[in-house]
């Protein structure tokens, strides 16, 4: 039973475009929501993250938001570059646990 | 910028070996994690410590088994590796001050024949 869930296994955007990666989760005691960036041989590597208490969060390019009801959450790359190609992976934790869970991924290529 | 380490990066060993992988953090982190990863999946938590002589087994069932002397450090040991080992192995570790990021290590990639 998979608690964090990103259905798109890949994603081509054209360079300059904006990027969306999705993010659905089930369990309503997740309050913490991060997204990380993985490239191949190495380990992952934090971008952006948000508490339950907000809708929306950025940080330069990146921003994420949070759809409590519908339990989704998305991060919008903008605008996108080639460098930004690589594995990312949504990650929920609940409240007060320190445990992490985390979704299968979605690979990104941004076209030159 | 993080300082978590992890060595070996690569290792391909026979069946049956005993290895240990290796993660140190210098970050002073109380909460340290291990995380198993196969290509396209999502990482699953194997082990995870809260501090010093604290271990707990993850939720994916792990051979594995871990200690805890100290702060900065928290091996992983394989007694007797046998291919269904065969994966990445990454290594993670937080403050836990707050909900907070997890600061995550290289990874080491394992291949057991």
């Known amino acids: 039973d998979q608690q964090v869930k990103q259905n798109s296994p890949s994603l081509s955007v054209q360079e300059g475009r904006i990027s969306i990666l999705n993010c659905d989760y089930t369990?309503?005691?997740?309050?913490?929501f991060l997204w990380y960036k993985k490239y191949p041989a190495e380990g992952p590597t934090f971008l952006i993250s948000i508490s339950s208490i907000k809708d929306k969060n950025e940080d330069g390019r990146f921003t994420v938001f949070l759809n409590k009801s519908a339990k989704h959450l998305s991060l919008h790359i903008v605008p996108s570059q080639p460098g930004d190609s690589a594995v990312y992976f949504c990650a929920a934790t609940p409240s007060g646990t320190y445990k992490y869970i985390f979704g299968t991924g979605t690979r990104l290529k941004v076209l030159a | 910028e993080a300082d978590i380490y992890q060595t070996p990066r690569y290792l391909v060993i026979g069946t049956g070996k005993k290895i240990t992988l290796e993660c140190s953090q210098t970050?002073?982190?109380?909460?340290m994690y291990w995380y198993q990863q196969d290509p396209g999946m999502e990482l699953h938590l194997i082990h995870y410590s809260y501090g010093v002589n604290s271990t707990e087994k993850g939720d994916l069932s792990s051979e594995s088994t871990v200690s805890r002397i100290r702060t900065e450090h928290f091996p992983l040991t394989l007694e007797s590796a046998r291919p269904s080992h065969t994966s990445q192995y990454l290594c993670a570790s937080t403050d836990g001050q707050s909900q907070e990021t997890q600061y995550f290590g290289p990874g080491t990639r394992l291949l057991v024949l």
């Open positions: 970050m002073g982190h109380d909460k």
């Open positions: 369990n309503s005691m997740f309050d913490y």
